[in-house]
């Protein structure tokens, strides 16, 4: 006996698992883990991961906040110590390691008896010194031009140093603070910029959580509204919301039992949800809808839709679900679990708009559906219209399909592999300018650090060791990437040239080895060891660079890789680390991921329509149609100048896995006429009326739920929603022209081999 013949508690019982759904899913979301931090998108046995891991355990972390502050006063008294004072206040901060600044910093000058380390400026000392010579006591220093001073004398930093922070919250919050003791000691001001990876985190996480605030139920309202233009029922309507929202907050609540973070990456995961719940949805209801005009009411309503649509409804969760599972097959943790939850996310939708709702909509009917209102009927006309024009010039639709493809092929080589933070944003966002004004006044905010490991305890006072790592210094100083670069051996010729009384010739390297040792006994300041452990066998040689994309980084990488191997010292290790060798690394693994997850995706749907038509012919036939328009999306990714990050690595396989859909609805429907005894014309025709007009309003709603997202102020939302938008359009096309016409087209080449075969040989197709 069908479920929906049942008794009424059957639909009683649906409402409490929706309820019970929604209730525990909202609960486990309290306990939701926010944090789009970099160390989050690598995997934990990355080479670059585990060398970073030993670094933290000697040496200060680079992500750090760098901030600039200017003025014409900047040099006098008021300004220094209201700078002091924040930075005393700073430290306060329960995760603070250091702040560097000019009135903290170490300075080596010469004493009577040798050298002593002091602060750059003293404030005890500051009324010995006029503006103008604490101004070129700061700029002759070493070490503070372009890092804690600007050039032209009219800006000061703070660089503020962490412990590791691993939540992007905690950087967030020190961001705050940071703002409020600005306030707070009277430099508001004077701020004109704040940079670095800290301040970059905190911004792109406000950016997605205004983005989900906004978005999320926009994109939700958006198809929900036309959902109810496509039906006119409201009831329906009503009953979409509550199944939009179990399913929205069951998947995300599906990272908390996983254990993983919500992050840039699965920020996507609402909208997707979303959308690919009310896309089911209005094919049910469409079913609905033809039930009605077939004079088919009550609860028989409801079980004649859900006969029409179960199969391919379910064939089509196992495409969708396969498509983003396919991107469990990348190795950055964030597009793993992407793939994983939507997955599960796809199941569950079908769980509740096929298992849940009906008994739902037995029960609660509410007025009759109308037959021949809503928006339907226009959907009607426009997929008669494109289906019609496939299926009576199915050699010109082919040829104009073959030269547009081929066309748009050399666009899909343009296409670059580039993750660029400060791309995300717009060019008069505050961190962009805060940021472009740093690598100005002062230098590039990119840390890298080449590593140097000697082969035993104090081998790294060595002369010969450290005349190698002098020259590697020298020569990265060459490259036009690099702003600046700083090592042990900056602090050892520094030592020596105040030993001799500040004379030029001998700000060099010492080539006695017990001069050296003697220097570093009698060092006793605190920044040497920031480059040096205290057993002197590894030292990092701290790097700034201008550039910001991956894809530069990397390059500036493989250069000095090939520097180093020609390296003439062969018992110096070296290795290259830091937060730009991690960032850089993400786009190798980028591409292997895309490889993978595309490949996968395509491969998983493949059988899986094999095992649905039992021929695999008609798996190919139906995979047609849906590689195409991954191809168009990388064409237009080319054609516009659209990068390949950490956003739009997941269209391709988010949209074959959506795009297949309307594929297998169509291609169901056409199969089951052509088993009635229908002809491959009838068939199509039949197919394409009652079928094509759920899959045009599906799409449309998909693709402007998607839309919504292009005014995103925030790059890779509002590119994920513009190419999801255009894939689904395309794969639109695709089925209501390219699929019937390739039919027709396959049909005719049937006939003509049926001629020359047996009478009893099944055809093609």
């Known amino acids: ?196 990876m800290v301040p970059l985190d905190a911004a792109e996480l406000r950016s997605m959580l205004r983005d989900n605030l906004i978005f999320v139920p926009l994109t939700s309202l958006v198809g929900l509204v036309l959902l109810w233009w496509m039906v006119r029922h409201l009831r329906a309507a009503l009953f979409g919301l509550l199944a939009v929202s179990a399913t929205v907050s069951a998947t995300l609540a599906g990272y908390v039992l996983s254990g993983q973070p919500y992050n840039l990456v699965s920020s996507m995961t609402p909208p997707l949800i979303s959308a690919l719940t009310i896309a089911l949805l209005l094919h049910l209801y469409n079913s609905m809808a033809l039930a009605a005009r077939l004079g088919v009411r009550g609860s028989e309503q409801v079980h004649w839709a859900v006969r029409e649509i179960r199969k391919p409804a379910l064939f089509t969760a196992l495409t969708t679900a396969a498509g983003l599972a396919s991107l469990s097959l990348s190795p950055i943790p964030p597009i793993r679990s992407l793939g994983l939850t939507g997955a599960a996310g796809a199941i569950l939708i079908y769980f509740v708009v096929i298992g849940l709702l009906p008994p739902i909509l037995a029960h609660w009917p509410g007025k009759a559906w109308p037959t021949d209102r809503g928006g339907l009927r226009w959907m009607r006309w426009l997929t008669g219209f494109l289906s019609a024009w496939g299926i009576r010039r199915p050699v010109w639709t082919l040829a104009a399909f073959a030269l547009l493809l081929g066309a748009g092929i050399p666009f899909i080589w343009q296409v670059k592999t580039e993750t660029n933070l400060l791309k995300f944003f717009a060019q008069d966002h505050p961190i962009t300018q805060s940021t472009a004004r740093i690598d100005q006044q002062l230098s590039g905010v990119t840390p890298l650090q080449i590593v140097f490991d000697g082969p035993s305890r104090d081998s790294l006072k060595e002369p010969d060791k450290l005349a190698v790592i002098q020259a590697v210094q020298d020569w990265v100083l060459t490259l036009p990437e690099v702003d600046q670069a700083f090592s042990l051996v900056d602090f050892i010729e520094e030592m020596h040239w105040a030993f001799h009384g500040q004379e030029p010739r001998f700000r060099s390297l010492p080539e006695d080895a017990a001069l050296i040792s003697q220097y570093l006994f009698v060092y006793d300041g605190r920044d040497l060891y920031d480059f040096v452990n205290h057993e002197f066998q590894r030292t990092v040689m701290l790097l700034n660079l201008n550039v910001h994309g991956a894809r530069e980084i990397g390059q500036v990488i493989a250069r000095i890789r090939a520097h180093l191997q020609d390296l003439a010292e062969p018992d110096l290790h070296w290795e290259i680390g830091g937060e730009g060798r991690l960032f850089s690394d993400q786009e190798t693994l980028l591409i292997q991921g895309q490889i993978r997850s595309l490949w996968g995706a395509l491969m998983i749907i493949f059988i899986l329509l094999v095992l649905a038509w039992r021929s695999p012919g008609a798996g190919l036939l139906c995979m047609l149609p849906n590689i195409a328009p991954i191809l168009f999306i990388f064409m237009v990714m080319g054609a516009v100048g659209i990068n390949l990050n950490m956003a739009t690595a997941l269209i391709a396989s988010v949209a074959v896995g959506i795009a297949v859909d309307d594929t297998i609805h169509f291609y169901d429907g056409y199969q089951r006429r052509r088993h009635q005894g229908l002809s491959v014309i009838w068939s199509l025709a039949r197919t394409y009326r009652q079928t094509g007009q759920a899959c045009v309003a599906t799409t449309i709603i998909l693709s402007a739920q998607f839309a919504v997202l292009m005014f995103s102020d925030f790059q890779p939302i509002a590119q994920f929603g513009l190419l999801t938008s255009v894939g689904l359009l395309a794969a639109l096309l695709f089925d209501l022209l390219l699929l019937p016409a390739i039919l027709i087209v396959l049909h005719a080449s049937n006939l003509r081999q049926a001629k020359r075969r047996s009478q009893g040989e099944k055809p093609l197709l």
Not at 50 to 61: C, T
């Open 1 to 196: 006996m069908s479920i929906f013949r049942q008794p009424r508690w059957h639909a009683y019982a649906a409402v409490f698992l929706l309820a019970c759904m929604l209730v525990a899913s909202n609960l486990l979301l309290l306990k939701l883990t926010i944090n789009n931090a970099p160390q989050v998108y690598l995997p934990a046995d990355a080479p670059s991961v585990i060398l970073d891991r030993a670094l933290r355990q000697e040496f200060p972390n680079d992500q750090i906040l760098v901030a600039l502050f200017e003025g014409t006063d900047i040099y006098s008294d008021r300004v220094l110590l209201a700078l002091d004072r924040l930075a005393e206040r700073l430290e306060q901060w329960p995760l603070m390691e250091r702040v560097l600044g000019v009135t903290r910093a170490d300075h080596i000058s010469a004493t009577a008896d040798g050298f002593s380390v002091e602060r750059l400026l003293d404030l005890k000392e500051l009324q010995t010194l006029t503006l103008e010579q604490r101004r070129e006591r700061v700029l002759a220093d070493r070490f503070a031009p372009g890092a804690l001073a600007s050039a032209d004398g009219q800006g000061l930093s703070l660089i503020v140093r962490p412990v590791p922070l691993g939540e992007s919250l905690k950087r967030m919050e020190l961001e705050e603070f940071f703002r409020a003791a600005v306030t707070e000691v009277g430099l508001a001001g004077h701020l004109t910029a704040l940079a670095g």
